[in-house]
């Protein structure tokens, strides 16, 4: 049964392939919190033409970076418009500066940031997950052959078309990938430690598993 969220702010880390983007939704479905994406916020302002909108719009045209001030904005305008809603980040913040922004932002708004929560998993279990998924060349449906596996091999349930193995989801390319996260999300890590606001919770487990700890950890905030 579905249970309404009141008012909490989590931040979700992860490597890739860790299920973490799948807690997001399962946040969002079961507990009504709102999933933050930069890359959403961004594209409905530049839909609206308002002034973040046709600055963003502005590096994207360019090919630049979008510097953190301008991130930041973009998520003052996301969480005003949503006040008192609990919220998800996923996939923010990325770097130190912007944690310590997120921090700042929040103090101005007069709220805190209650969890950030590490779904940890293994190099090797990440690889052998991301390695395992196919995709349909004709559909785009994804598969996973642990998890999720077509009924015929290489065949799409869908559509019936050719299933094969991007580019990305190679172990070369994953490992690849791996390094970068390591890069951006120890610092991060070790600042939310400080904080006493990290919790690990082992990916391993499986989606369901994992969310029935997130819930508890969720319910212990309340």
């Given at each position: 049964?579905?249970?309404?969220?009141?008012?909490?702010?989590?931040?979700?880390?992860?490597?890739?392939?860790?299920?973490?983007?799948?807690?997001?939704?399962?946040?969002?479905?079961?507990?009504?919190?709102?999933?933050?994406?930069?890359?959403?916020?961004?594209?409905?302002?530049?839909?609206?033409?308002?002034?973040?909108?046709?600055?963003?719009?502005g590096?994207?045209?360019?090919g630049?970076?979008?510097?953190?001030?301008?991130?930041?904005?973009?998520?003052?305008?996301?969480?005003?418009?949503?006040?008192?809603?609990?919220?998800?980040?996923?996939?923010?913040?990325?770097?130190?500066?912007?944690?310590?922004?997120?921090?700042?932002?929040?103090?101005?708004?007069?709220?805190?940031?209650?969890?950030?929560?590490?779904?940890?998993?293994?190099?090797?279990?990440?690889?052998?997950?991301?390695?395992?998924?196919?995709?349909?060349?004709?559909?785009?449906?994804?598969?996973?052959?642990?998890?999720?596996?077509?009924?015929?091999?290489?065949?799409?349930?869908?559509?019936?078309?050719?299933?094969?193995?991007?580019?990305?989801?190679?172990?070369?390319?994953?490992?690849?990938?791996?390094?970068?996260?390591?890069?951006?999300?120890?610092?991060l890590?070790?600042?939310?430690t400080?904080?006493?606001?990290?919790?690990?919770?082992?990916?391993?487990?499986?989606?369901?598993?994992?969310?029935?700890?997130?819930?508890?950890?969720?319910?212990?905030?309340?």
């Open positions: 049964m579905s249970e309404k969220a009141d008012g909490l702010r989590l931040v979700l880390l992860g490597p890739p392939g860790s299920g973490k983007g799948t807690q997001a939704e399962l946040l969002s479905d079961k507990l009504g919190f709102v999933h933050y994406s930069t890359g959403e916020v961004f594209r409905e302002e530049i839909g609206k033409r308002t002034p973040l909108g046709i600055k963003v719009e590096y994207v045209v360019s630049g970076l979008v510097p953190d001030e301008v991130v930041l904005e973009g998520e003052e305008v996301f969480l005003q418009a949503n006040a008192g809603r609990s919220v998800v980040f996923d996939g923010f913040p990325r770097t130190i500066p912007q944690a310590e922004g997120l921090d700042r932002l929040l103090a101005k708004l007069g709220l805190d940031l209650n969890l950030v929560l590490l779904v940890d998993l293994s190099d090797d279990e990440v690889v052998q997950r991301l390695s395992r998924r196919r995709q349909c060349r004709n559909c785009g449906k994804i598969y996973n052959l642990s998890f999720s596996p077509p009924k015929r091999p290489g065949v799409c349930d869908e559509c019936g078309g050719e299933l094969y193995q991007r580019k990305d989801d190679q172990e070369e390319t994953i490992r690849a990938r791996l390094r970068v996260y390591k890069e951006q999300t120890s610092p890590i070790d600042y939310y400080r904080q006493g606001k990290l919790v690990r919770v082992d990916g391993a487990l499986g989606r369901d598993r994992v969310f029935a700890r997130v819930q508890e950890l969720i319910a212990e905030k309340r």
